[in-house]
């Protein structure tokens, strides 16, 4: 999708294009794991392809799976992350990230260790399908978003809703479940992006070779909410209802 909206108009022109959802029934799940196997085993060959089709793995038990679709008639899905939460018991589980950066994090900032079990998550999986990711220089990536869309004069430019959506939709699942702290294992320049619309993300170690780059961050839902610029407040708005009206419809 070319063209940057008006920024007084972002919930609207997300809403017409896009509806996004906690994936709760069986199906949605089965989704977003075809989603994930066509970006991660597929394009990029991240992991091994599987004959289902599906990319899952052990944290998917307990991970809150989010996906994003097209609207109309025949609603095609485009793109996908998980919150992964604690095992069971949770003091004595690790988070993936825990694992990964166990050497490298700065635990003066934040020691991920020493916070309450229940109270944190950390996003994972994000991936976009390649039909969304058009221009020559996303087909590696599983997500994608340049300085490009931040220039409000580019002919290039168009607002990135696809990846802030998932993020949002993280942000109101985790004020809606009350987790305080979210954790990401990101590549240096997507924290540097979303830096720039206002997300509060905090670079918490140092850089790991994790399928290229990879840097350990720290986002707050609670000041990503409450400091969110204005021009956002409109999507997050679409983005949190549509996240509510999921889990009423299944009744939680």
């Known amino acids: 999708m070319s063209g940057s909206p008006s920024v007084d108009n972002l919930g609207a022109s997300f809403n017409s294009y896009f509806e996004i959802l906690p994936a709760l029934s069986e199906a949605e799940r089965k989704e977003v794991f075809r989603v994930r196997h066509a970006v991660y085993c597929h394009d990029l060959h991240f992991e091994d392809e599987r004959e289902d089709g599906e990319e899952r793995d052990e944290h998917d038990a307990h991970s809150i799976l989010c996906l994003l679709r097209t609207r109309g008639a025949n609603p095609r899905p485009v793109g996908c992350c998980r919150m992964i939460l604690p095992g069971k018991p949770p003091q004595d589980s690790q988070l993936p990230f825990e694992h990964h950066c166990a050497d490298v994090l700065d ?8 916070l309450d079990r229940q109270r944190i998550a950390e996003v994972s999986r994000l991936a976009v399908m390649s039909d969304f990711r058009r221009r020559k220089d996303e087909q590696h990536v599983p997500i994608a978003i340049s300085d490009h869309d931040f220039e409000q004069n580019s002919a290039a430019a168009r607002f990135p809703f696809i990846p802030v959506g998932l993020y949002l939709a993280c942000v109101a699942i985790s004020l809606r479940m009350g987790i ?59 983005v949190e209802e549509s996240i509510e009206r999921a889990y009423r419809a299944a009744g939680q």
Request: proline share 7%; aromatic share 6%; glycine share 6%.
């Open 107 to 114: 635990r003066r900032i934040i020691d991920p260790s020493q």
């Open 180 to 238: 305080d702290h979210l954790f990401v294992l990101t590549e240096p320049r997507l924290a540097k992006h979303f830096s720039r619309i206002g997300f509060d993300i905090r670079q918490i170690g140092s850089g790991i070779e994790h399928r290229g780059l990879r840097v350990p961050s720290h986002l707050s839902p609670a000041a990503i909410r409450r400091d969110l610029k204005p021009m956002l407040h409109s999507l997050y708005a679409v």
